[in-house]
């Protein structure tokens, strides 16, 4: 248990409203990812974080946009949602050990946008 | 970027061990090889990681090649509980982090 929590662990939106995901750390882990996972995809990066105020892209960002005000919490912004969006949504954080990174997923938020 | 390739599914019977391959040809010589695995609506679990020697910990141990090129998760006893999707993935670095790229897995089926 890397102390990650998501919320909301299931929302319905509808298209066009914005959405707004949170992860939140309890263990002062400088970097911070968000993941989705889509049926035939696997899981793809969307954007990590590696400090307050320091994001990045990863390889689906479009149509995402993210925050990071404080190390404990990582946003994930849909502005506008799609149905294409619909997806399983997962935090991580990475957690340094002496034998390399290790990356830990919290439980996932299940988001269907109608 | 770096690939791996798992069988798309195997079968083991319970309290037998099981040997899970994966190659990564492509593999370069800072990148990582992790072992995740993901029980239906639940996130990725770490099992393992290693970057040249064998590894072992509480849950399986982890198998990598001279070359680097192949690995195998092995778990020595299966349980039912170990019925998941396992991914062998490499982590690379990538911008300013160490990312993981998650192919599509092994389903691992375990038969009492």
């Known amino acids: 248990d890397a102390g990650i929590t998501q919320s909301p662990r299931h929302k319905v939106t509808e298209t066009g409203t914005p959405v707004t995901l949170r992860c939140h750390q309890t263990e002062n882990h400088r970097y911070m990812y968000w993941y989705r996972q889509d049926p035939g995809h696997g899981l793809r990066l969307i954007h990590y974080s590696y400090g307050v105020k320091d994001t990045d892209k990863g390889e689906v960002s479009d149509g995402y946009s993210v925050s990071r005000s404080k190390t404990e919490d990582f946003l994930l912004t849909l502005e506008s949602a799609t149905s294409s969006q619909t997806s399983v949504y997962f935090c991580?954080?990475?957690?340094?050990?002496?034998?390399?990174?290790?990356?830990?997923f919290g439980e996932g938020s299940w988001l269907t946008v109608v | 970027d770096a690939k791996t390739t798992q069988p798309n599914s195997m079968e083991s019977n319970e309290e037998e061990p099981v040997h899970l391959p994966c190659n990564h040809s492509t593999i370069s010589g800072t990148d990582y090889i992790h072992w995740y695995r993901q029980l239906p609506s639940q996130g990725p679990e770490y099992v393992i990681h290693g970057l040249t020697s064998n590894v072992n910990n509480r849950m399986a141990s982890l198998a990598i090649a001279e070359d680097r090129k192949s690995s195998t998760l092995i778990l020595h006893r299966a349980t039912l509980r170990d019925a998941a999707v396992y991914y062998c993935?490499?982590?690379?670095?990538?911008?300013?982090?160490?990312?993981?790229?998650f192919g599509s897995g092994t389903q691992l089926t375990v038969l009492p």
């Open positions: 993935i490499l982590s690379k670095m990538a911008g300013s982090a160490r990312q993981l790229t």
């Open positions: 991580a954080i990475s957690e340094r050990t002496i034998s390399g990174n290790t990356i830990y």
